[in-house]
T-cell receptor, first 121, second 111 residues
Framework: GAVVSQHPSRVICKSGTSVKIECRSLDFQATTMFWYRQFPKQSLMLMATSNEGSKATYEQGVEKDKFLINHASLTLSTLTVTSAHPEDSSFYIC?????????????????FGPGTRLTVL | GNSVTQMEGPVTLSEEAFLTINCTYTATGYPSLFWYVQYPGEGLQLLLKATKADDKGSNKGFEATYRKETTSFHLEKGSVQVSDSAVYFCALKGGTYKYIFGTGTRLKVLA
């Protein structure tokens, strides 16, 4: 099936610094990627939808200036948490929507990355 | 708006026991329904799905039936194994590409 990777898997940073998380579709092209945030014992909350070559669409309540999303190519989207604070500590998961012809799934299926655990001290 | 309610865990079972994880949803229209599984240290994997009422999704011995009358999509397995220990997420997708997830249910199977 289609594989999505995330890097790094875990990151610890000091308050006030910025952290970049990468999401890559390894064996397929993803015109659309999604960024989720997961709090302990809570569901995945969609933060934004990232389309290759255009600005991301953010969900209500998500600060676009705080969570910068760039989808520069059909296989890479990045999420940058700017000026991170302890309340930004969370598990961030990306997913990629398969394009036509992707093996192992339908066009409409999303494939998820393993997630990135961010801890802000 | 759309929402998914999933039974709270953790669920602890002995090997070969019967598993049910309840999931109910609220949605306008006719959403597609999914169960995803997350093994330790890994990403979410699609376990099964159903796209219309009365459809039954099945995979690896797991089953779930799309029940429109009760707005439910309960996950079942007749005989669980230790290797089934994971977190299970119920999700729905409405008319857009957005997924709405439940809170996840952790399953622990003891040998």
């Amino acid at each position: 099936g289609a594989v999505v990777s995330q890097h790094p898997s875990r990151v610890i940073c000091k308050s006030g610094t910025s952290v970049k998380i990468e999401c890559r579709s390894l064996d397929f092209q993803a015109t659309t990627m999604f960024w989720y945030r997961q709090f302990p014992k809570q569901s995945l909350m969609l933060m934004a939808t990232s389309n290759e070559g255009s600005k991301a669409t953010y969900e209500q309540g998500v600060e676009k200036d705080k969570f910068l999303i760039n989808h520069a190519s059909l296989t890479l989207s990045t999420l940058t948490v700017t000026s991170a604070h302890p309340e930004d500590s969370s598990f961030y998961i990306c997913s990629a929507r398969a394009g036509q012809g992707t093996s192992g799934g339908s066009v409409d299926e999303q494939f998820f990355g393993p997630g990135t655990r961010l801890t802000v001290l | 708006g759309n929402s998914v309610t999933q039974m709270e865990g953790p669920v602890t079972l002995s090997e070969e026991a019967f598993l049910t994880i309840n999931c109910t949803y609220t949605a306008t229209g006719y959403p597609s329904l999914f169960w995803y599984v997350q093994y330790p240290g890994e990403g979410l994997q699609l376990l099964l799905k159903a796209t219309k009422a009365d459809d039954k999704g099945s995979n690896k011995g797991f089953e779930a039936t799309y029940r429109k009358e009760t707005t439910s999509f309960h996950l079942e397995k007749g005989s669980v194994q230790v290797s089934d220990s994971a977190v299970y997420f119920c999700a729905l997708k409405g008319g857009t590409y957005k997924y709405i997830f439940g809170t996840g249910t952790r399953l622990k199977v003891l040998a």
